[in-house]
């Protein structure tokens, strides 16, 4: 099937495999992905190197012990090796989720992922399918600013049970509450993407999302826009222009003022449930096609931008604009600009 057809990185139509543009929405794409190659869960990973994986059982997964795999690889593989060691270190992984899974869980691959999924095998394919050219678009979309040089595949998580993704991400997470997720990008260990999967036509817009984050892990940028630009990246080529009604700007003013704004520049902001997870994402989106206005300079910025600042040395140096003076064209008169002492203060607060 994989052969015949085209899926949209946007709207996730099934198209023709000669189709030049999405018939349904119009997004054009270079290539056709590569069909996925399904490997059985009892496949031996070959191990030609003597990697330690140090797996430790936490809440019923698998956990590797990410540093001491890396000190290995740096310090006694040779440099032309890498990429081989940490494929090998990735396989070893997946094939030890897979067996904590049980059932039909079954590790698998394309061109640039490496998968693990309890879904059924065609199921599986196509939302690989989906992910090469997610990734293509994504990497369109950034340009220079998108990492490259990583070493190994992306990796992708699916679970056909939602139980089975909360808990297996909830080791990531401090205790306490936060906002439910479709769908996670984890930079913690072999950075990879985790995605509840009970409706695979539903989960391409999270598949964009996640890979932009992805694509963004090598830059130090505030969350502001990270998810920013992961929203306006993921937003279906038809609906490409954010619109806001009267309300929802209304909920805006009502919302923020020059306390909790320092929030939003620091991150904060975002993991707090309810109205303000909500908001937070807005506004970042917001914000960030106001900057994408200022031209090609734009691609500069996001290179350039330090969440110790929450961008603002960059946008003055590279866009010649004020953060606090762009939102106040959005929020109105106020006191909007980013503080680093404030930053500072709110992500002492987190970790003290």
């Known amino acids: 099937m994989l052969a015949r057809v085209k899926v949209c990185p946007y709207c996730g139509r099934e198209n023709e495999a000669g189709a030049g543009v999405c018939r349904e ?4 794409w270079p290539l056709t992905p590569a069909t996925a190659f399904i490997e059985p869960v009892d496949l031996p990973v070959p191990e030609r190197f003597q990697l330690e994986m140090g797996f430790e059982i936490v809440e019923g997964f698998s956990r590797p012990d990410w540093t001491a795999i890396k000190a290995f690889i740096k310090t006694q593989i040779p440099k032309e090796d890498w990429q081989e060691a940490w494929e090998e270190a990735a396989r070893r992984w997946l094939h030890e989720l897979a067996g904590d899974l049980g059932g039909g869980s079954q590790v698998s691959q394309s ?11 065609g199921e599986a394919q196509q939302v690989l399918a989906r992910a090469e050219l997610a990734r293509d ?6 340009k220079e600013a998108a990492w490259t040089g990583y070493l190994g595949r992306h990796v992708l ?7 089975d993704y909360f808990t297996y991400i909830s080791y990531f997470y401090p205790e306490g509450t936060h906002a439910l997720t479709a769908g996670v990008f984890i930079r913690r260990g072999y950075a990879h993407i985790a995605l509840p999967c009970t409706d695979i036509s539903r989960v391409q817009r999270t598949l964009t999302h996640e890979l932009v984050h992805n694509l963004l892990s090598h830059l130090p940028l505030p969350a502001w826009l990270n998810e920013g630009l992961a929203q306006m990246i993921d937003r279906p080529a038809q609906q490409s222009q954010f619109l806001l009604d009267v309300d929802m700007v209304d909920r805006h003013r009502g919302f923020w003022n020059a306390a909790n704004i320092q929030t939003f520049w620091a991150g904060k902001s975002f993991g707090i449930p309810g109205e303000s997870t909500q908001l937070s994402y807005d506004l970042g989106e917001i914000l960030t096609n106001l900057l994408a206005e200022k031209g090609p300079d734009f691609i500069d910025f996001i290179k350039h931008a330090d969440w110790r600042d929450a961008g603002q040395d960059a946008a003055v140096s590279i866009l010649n604009v004020d953060l606090g003076e762009v939102l106040g064209g959005f929020l109105g008169p106020g006191n909007w600009r ?15």
């Open 157 to 163: 998580l699916l679970f056909a049970d939602p139980e």
């Open 111 to 121: 061109v640039s992922f490496l998968c693990l999924s309890d879904l059924e095998p």
């Open 25 to 28: 929405c119009g997004t054009g």
């Open 338 to 352: 980013p503080q680093r002492k404030a930053i500072a203060e709110c992500l002492k607060r987190e970790t003290g």
């Open 137 to 142: 678009f994504v990497q369109g979309c950034l």
